[in-house]
C-alpha cells in the first residue's frame, strides 16, 4: 500500500474530538485533502514520497537512555525529547521549566475540552476570521498528529536557558512522522529555542512538522533550527510566526546533508514597530544522490514602522539543487517599512544548481524595499591570495568557503551552538569536487 493510499485509509478511521473547535479544523484539513489532493507536490521533490512504502509508528520505540544523555549540547539547558513523533516525559528535563511556564504535549493539550488555550491551535492560520489552507503538508499535519507541545511563557519572563528540542527518529520502518507546535511568547518576555533533527533509523523517514509562534508585544524570541545528517530523511518545516507591537523575532537555519528539505517560514506582521530576522545556512556535501533544498520567506505587514531582514546563504556540491524564494507583502497606506532580501551561493561543482527568486508586492510608495542574489564558484583571486602567504591549496579553498559562511555563522549569539556548526563545516569539506 502506497503513503496516499495509507493517508486516506487513515482519514476515514479518525476519532472525532470533543473539543467542537478543533473537531471543525480537523474536519476542513480532511475536506481540503480530498478536495485538493496531492497536487501542488508536483511541483516540489516530495512528489515521489506519496509512491513510497511509508508507515505511521503507532509507538515510541524509547531509545537507550544512555545515548539520550550523549545527544543534548548542554546538560544546564531544557531539553524536550520527541521520539518518532511521540513526545518523552521520561527522557525530558522538565523540572528545569519555571513553575508559571505553561507545558503540555500536544496529544494532553488536545484531550482537555475545557482548556483556555486551545484558541491558539491553528490561529495563524485565520484571515480576518476566515479559516484558509493553502498548504497540503499542513493539512496533512493538522489531519494526523500525534502529538507535538504547547508551551506558553507568561509576561515579565525572562528564559534564560535556552529549551532543546530533540527530535530523534529511531523506527524500524520508514515512517512518516507529523509534530505539531505551539509557542506562545507572553509580553516582555524572552527565549531561546533549538530545535534539533537526529536519525539512528536506516529506514527513509518523512517527518512533516508545523509550528505555530506567537510573539506577544515586547518580546523576544530566538530559534535556531538545525537539520544535519538526515541523508535519509524528507523533511518539510512549516514555521508560521504572528507578531504584535515591538516585539523580535529570529530564526537561523542551518540545513546540511539531508535527502530534500523544504523549509518555509510565513510571518504576519500585526504589530508597529516589530523587527524580523530569518537567516539560513546550507551546505551539501558530495553525494552520488541529487539532494534538493527549499527555503522559502514570506513576510506580510499589516501595521507600519516595522523592519525585515533576510539574508540565506548555500554552499552547493555535486547533485544539489538550492531553491530560495521569498515574498514580502506590504498593504495599502503602511509607511516606514524596511524589507531587505539577499541570497548569496557557492557552486561548488558542475552540476550544483541554484534558483533565486525575490519578489515585492506593495501596495504603498513609502517604503524602503531592496533585494540582492549572487551565484557563483569559488573566486580564484582569493585562493591565490592565501596561496600567496603560504596557504596550501587544500586550506586555502576550505579557508574562502569558511570566510563566505561566517558572516551567518556570527549572527548565532549562543557559543556552544556556533563552535559545533563551525566544527561540523570543517569536518565535512571535501575537495576532490570542488571546481574553481
Do not use: W
Request: overall charge positive.
Amino acid at each position: 500500500m502506497t503513503l496516499k493510499e495509507k493517508i486516506f485509509l487513515l482519514l476515514k478511521k479518525q476519532k472525532q474530538n470533543k473539543n467542537k473547535y478543533i473537531e471543525s479544523i480537523i474536519k476542513k484539513s480532511i475536506g481540503f485533502l480530498h478536495k485538493i489532493g496531492f497536487t501542488e507536490l508536483k511541483k516540489t521533490c516530495f512528489n515521489s514520497v506519496l509512491n513510497y512504502d511509508f508507515d505511521i509508528p503507532k509507538t515510541k520505540n524509547e531509545v537507550e537512555d544512555y545515548r539520550i544523555k550523549e545527544l543534548s549540547f548542554n546538560k544546564k539547558f531544557i531539553s524536550l525529547y520527541f521520539i518518532n513523533g511521540f513526545f518523552s516525559s521520561k527522557l525530558s528535563n522538565l523540572c528545569k521549566l519555571k513553575n508559571n511556564i505553561k507545558f503540555s504535549s500536544l496529544k494532553n493539550f488536545l484531550s482537555t475540552p475545557q482548556n483556555k488555550n486551545i484558541k491558539y491551535f491553528c490561529k495563524t492560520l485565520f484571515n480576518k476570521d476566515n479559516f484558509f489552507f493553502n498548504n497540503t503538508f499542513i493539512a496533512l499535519n493538522i489531519s494526523l498528529t500525534p502529538d507535538g507541545f504547547f508551551l506558553k511563557i507568561p509576561k515579565n519572563t525572562n528564559l534564560n536557558i535556552p529549551i532543546e528540542i530533540i527530535n530523534i527518529y529511531s523506527t524500524k520502518i520508514s515512517a512518516i512522522i507529523n509534530l505539531k507546535n505551539i509557542i506562545v511568547v507572553g509580553k516582555n518576555s524572552t527565549v531561546k529555542i533549538i530545535e534539533r533533527h537526529i536519525s539512528t533509523s536506516k529506514k527513509y523517514i518523512f517527518s512533516n512538522l508545523f509550528t505555530e509562534i506567537f510573539s506577544n508585544d515586547h518580546s523576544k524570541i530566538e530559534i535556531f533550527k538545525l537539520e544535519n545528517d538526515l541523508r535519509k530523511t524528507y523533511l518539510i518545516d512549516n514555521t508560521f510566526i504572528n507578531q504584535r507591537d515591538n516585539s523580535v523575532c529570529k530564526v537561523f537555519t542551518f540545513s546540511s546533508n539531508i535527502r530534500h528539505i523544504i523549509n518555509n517560514i510565513n510571518c504576519l506582521k500585526l504589530g508597529q514597530d516589530t523587527k524580523s530576522f530569518f537567516h539560513g545556512l546550507s551546505f551539501f556535501n558530495k553525494s552520488n544522490n541529487i539532494r534538493k533544498l527549499y527555503n522559502n520567506v514570506v513576510i506580510q505587514y499589516e501595521t507600519s514602522n516595522s523592519v525585515s531582514y533576510q539574508n540565506y546563504k548555500g554552499i552547493f556540491s555535486k547533485n544539489s539543487y538550492g531553491i530560495f524564494k521569498s515574498k514580502i507583502k506590504i498593504n495599502d497606506n503602511l509607511y516606514n517599512i524596511n524589507s531587505k532580501q539577499t541570497n548569496s551561493n557557492l557552486l561548488l561543482s558542475n552540476s550544483s544548481k541554484v534558483l533565486s527568486r525575490q519578489e515585492f508586492k506593495t501596495y504603498s510608495s513609502k517604503v524602503k524595499c531592496e533585494h540582492g542574489t549572487n551565484i557563483g564558484k569559488l573566486d580564484k583571486r582569493s585562493i591565490f591570495f592565501f596561496r600567496t602567504r603560504g596557504i596550501v591549496k587544500t586550506k586555502a579553498i576550505k579557508l574562502a568557503i569558511l570566510i563566505f559562511a561566517n558572516e551567518l555563522i556570527k549572527l548565532v549569539n549562543l557559543n556552544i551552538l556556533k563552535n559545533k556548526i563551525i566544527a561540523y563545516l570543517k569536518d565535512n569539506l571535501k575537495f576532490d569536487f570542488i571546481k574553481i
